[in-house]
């Protein structure tokens, strides 16, 4: 809980060896040398942030406090084992600084971490700034795969050096670097177990802790005590002052049957965004289509349709009339009578949930939608969840739905809409997370399921546009644990 307590102390000197007299010219020479640097005019300086090994830099940022100055590095860990690092200092326009650390303390191939150095003394605003930084760290070699249960003591057995040229800057906020959390206590209040991996939602007013966010919410980060957890914001990410966030969490331990767990939100420095890799949100929501979209690391299986290609696992099929296009987003449209979408390769074994994101719908019959089906054929019989009215249909994409039962229920577009086949004689379909449940028998309950999506056969004419599609798992007894939030607390 306390991971980023910046208690720890980076600590350097510069050790002058007076017994020689020549080493008072060097620092002469090297003291006029610094006076001539950062006498230049700014504009001919070049930004520069560099490591010498294991850790490139993506950023760098340097600003002042009420008490001093923070510079905050953005580093991503370049080995391939675990690294813990200690502490983080820097000496940078003449000054050392005070203390330093790093958040995550454990980090592994590819993961970025936030290394932030406090400075007693004031930046001149717009000046440029030369110096140095490091880390302490430890490395273990082995067990990056499961980071979660390794065993890496904290140590100062290697430093990580670089060099930058920053300028100093005014933020949004009065700080570079304050950081604060909240515990979230999730409880498994049913008889089965919530499996390790598991996807937990996690629903909150941003309002409530506006002060601390940046408006797309990108600073947020959940963790297990000091691992960083794979997190996916899926809707009101664009607004600090929104009433309901949905955030995905991929859990690293199973909860017990009527027991809980305790993770950590954290509101890291206003400066850091989603790194999409640990830290991500929906496609349709970045600037970029899916520039952020890390949906494949927290789900079992999850498309995206970014670019213009079909993505792996997936296979597409079409009539005559009938075209499916990837193009930032899957669009499948056909004409009267014809049919196209996509079916997943792979199966998934069930009970899971499948969802869809809808953002567009038209035409004549509204046939458009998704199913779970029992095989990877455009003809494997599944169950339908479509834009009829409020009807559920068992078939297929290519031979149509057919043994209809009216639920009154009807996909949300735009919005999410999910599905999932739990026995022989029990569906049930959400539409933006609210369920409504179906019996029927027609089909027998398979070992496993496939994926498709798609306009089904044979309507007078549809045009749907998905923009990501995905499964999770089924919780214990279709019940989510229970979420409740601690205190707000600084770092």
Known sequence: MSMLTAGLKGQSAIEFLSTYAFMFLIIAVAVLLLFMYFSLPKNILPSACNFYSGFNCADAVYANTSTGSE???????????????????????????????????????????????????KAVLGRSYGGTFHIKANYCAA????????????????????????????????????????????????????????????????????TYERPDLGNIRFYYGDKELYSWCEANCMSSSASNAIFWVKLPVAIPPNQNRVIDMYFLPYSVDYDGVYAGEAPQLSPVYGEYDNGANVFLAYWGFEGKSLPQSLTQYASS??????????????????????????????????????????????????AQQTG????????????????????????????????????????????????????????????????????????????????????????????????????????????????????
Not at 156 to 165: D, Q
Not at 356 to 364: D, E, M, P, R, T
Request: charged share 5%; net charge negative; hydrophobic share 35%.
């Open 143 to 210: 067990g990056a795969a499961s980071i979660y249960n390794a065993s890496c003591p904290a140590s100062s057995n290697f430093t990580y050096s670089g060099y930058l040229t920053v300028s100093a800057s005014v933020l949004p906020t009065s700080s570079v670097s304050n950081t604060y959390y909240v515990p979230i206590n999730i409880t498994n209040s049913q008889h089965g177990a919530v499996p390790a991996h598991f996807q937990q939602m996690i629903q909150f007013a941003p309002s409530t802790y506006a």
């Open 71 to 121: 510079l905050l590095i953005v580093a991503t860990d370049m080995m391939p084992g675990i690294v813990n690092t200690s502490s983080f200092g820097a000496y940078l326009g003449y000054i050392n600084s005070t203390s330093g650390y790093c958040a995550p303390s454990f980090a592994i191939a590819g993961q970025e971490m936030y290394c932030i150095a406090y400075f007693n003394s």
């Open 321 to 370: 009339g009938a075209t499916v296009t990837v193009n930032d987003g899957l669009t499948v449209s056909t004409g009267s009578g014809s049919w196209g979408g996509i079916v997943s390769t792979l199966n998934y074994t069930t009970p899971v949930i499948s969802e869809a994101y809808v953002a567009l719908q038209s035409g004549g019959a509204l046939s458009g939608g998704i």
């Open 376 to 491: 990877p054929l455009p003809s494997s019989p599944g169950y339908d969840f479509n834009g009829w009215s409020g009807s559920i249909g068992e078939g297929s994409l290519s031979g149509g739905m057919s043994g209809t039962q009216n639920i009154n229920l009807q996909i949300a577009v735009p919005g999410e809409n999910g599905q999932t086949w739990t026995a022989q004689n029990s569906q049930t379909y959400y539409k933006g997370y609210l369920a409504s449940t179906a019996s029927s028998t027609d089909l027998s309950f398979p070992g496993s399921i496939y994926v498709s999506a798609g306009v089904y056969c044979c309507s007078g004419g549809d045009t749907i546009t998905y923009d990501w599609l995905r499964v999770r798992e089924y919780p214990p007894n279709g019940m989510m644990p229970g979420t409740s939030f601690g205190s707000i607390t600084a770092s």
